[in-house]
């Protein structure tokens, strides 16, 4: 019977058959609870009791009320922090990708902190910045006594101490992607540059950051994206006290702590949308065609 059929539906039956418990697991455990994250996100919802719609009030309270709305400013935090991040990356990236002594020992000691289990870093970092700890140290080490502090107690400098963690840790992944983006440009490139006289700046900026574009494009949108959404970090070392909530922790909190599913649930979605926005923005700048 099966042979009957001609080459086309046999092609389509097949590619059906293979692709309907994949889109059956992505539909119920991806699109069908975001669905269903949208639907609450309307709602008055502890997570037991019957749901009360609310249409957009929800939303209303996330950016009129201050408690809810000020973690947008911590983000700021990890967003400049993206920057710099993306900026040592590539920096590093571009040098080790040139003939350099101990080459191979540079990269791994880069990439080595992307491999480190986030919960090891969180308190290896509380260790780091606890009063007198190795940060304190180091200060006093170079004579700089006075510019010790509480680091993770001073709501003044909590979100930069945790933004600075959080580069430390994912810059080896923007690296190693640069690095093998990089690595991909031909060898007669650079000697020809070299011929006409270019020194390393130039072979970067007119070699190097034209030929990676696309790749800056997506490491940045993922770092944005990742700057918007942090948590691992900051609630490690933390918990979000001292005024460093990002806006995760305080989705987490109103959903699971206080039992304001709806409310969390609006806070997703938000966050979701942010995301999606970057997302075409960066695509419209950093398209391919151009």
Known sequence: MFSKLSYRTQR????????II?????????FLPV?????????????FSEKEFLGLENYKTVFTD????????????YFVGTFVQMGLALY??????????????FKGVIFFPYLLNGVAIGFMFLLFFQPDGGLDTVFKLLGMGDMTTHWLGNPDVINIS???TSIWRYM????IIFLGAISSIPGDIYEAAEIDGANRWHQFRYIILPSIKIIVSLNLILAISGALSAFEIPYIMTGGSNGSATF???TVDTAFKYGKIGLASAMAVILLIIVIIVTAVQRKFFSEEE
């Open 12 to 19: 389509r039956i097949i590619i059906v058959s293979f692709l």
């Open 22 to 30: 994949p889109l059956a697991l992505l539909g119920t455990f991806s």
């Open 35 to 47: 669905a269903n994250m949208f639907w609450y996100s309307f709602t008055d919802w502890n997570g």
């Open 66 to 77: 201050p408690e809810y709305f000020r973690v947008f400013t911590v983000s700021l935090y």
């Open 92 to 105: 590093f990236a571009t040098i080790l990708s040139f003939k350099v002594r101990f080459k191979n020992f």
């Open 162 to 164: 945790l933004a600075g």
């Open 172 to 175: 080896g992944f923007n690296f």
């Open 248 to 250: 995760v922790i305080q």
